[in-house]
Nanobody, 127 residues
Framework: QVQLVESGGGLVQAGGSLRLSCAASGRTFSRYAMGWFRQAPGKAREFVAAISLSGGTTSYADSVKGRFTISRDNAKNTVFLQMNTLKPEDTAVYYC????????????????????WGQGTQVTVSS
């Protein structure tokens, strides 16, 4: 059973930074891509960033490109999301996600590409 546990959310002023972590367990972490998504009140869940199994390939939503960085530590079964220059529109619940299968492709940018989800961590950016 794959389990994902996020941490690191909180309240921050616009322009500030936060670092989210997601600890994974239940299977060989290094064999799978990982993703971050977010969902604001009244909105659909949207893609934020994804990282390949080795960490050598990443993908970002245009809205966060240049401000957010996804990384992973396969020795610690953890994926990170460093968020800089935060804006009020970044306010959302952030979810870590893992796909059922291995590989990399367009599926990493879609919620339907993932089968396992964490419980989410709230990020609130005040203006």
């Amino acid at each position: 059973q794959v389990q994902l546990v996020e941490s690191g959310g909180g309240l921050v002023q616009a322009g500030g930074s936060l670092r989210l972590s997601c600890a994974a367990s239940g299977r060989t972490f290094s064999r799978y891509a990982m993703g971050w998504f977010r969902q604001a009140p009244g909105k659909a869940r949207e893609f934020v960033a994804a990282i390949s199994l080795s960490g050598g390939t990443t993908s970002y939503a245009d809205s966060v490109k240049g401000r957010f960085t996804i990384s992973r530590d396969n020795a610690k079964n953890t994926v990170f999301l460093q968020m800089n220059t935060l804006k009020p529109e970044d306010t959302a619940v952030y979810y870590c996600a893992a796909p059922r299968g291995t590989g990399w492709g367009p599926f990493v940018r879609a919620p339907l590409g993932y089968d396992y989800w964490g419980q989410g961590t709230q990020v609130t950016v005040s203006s």
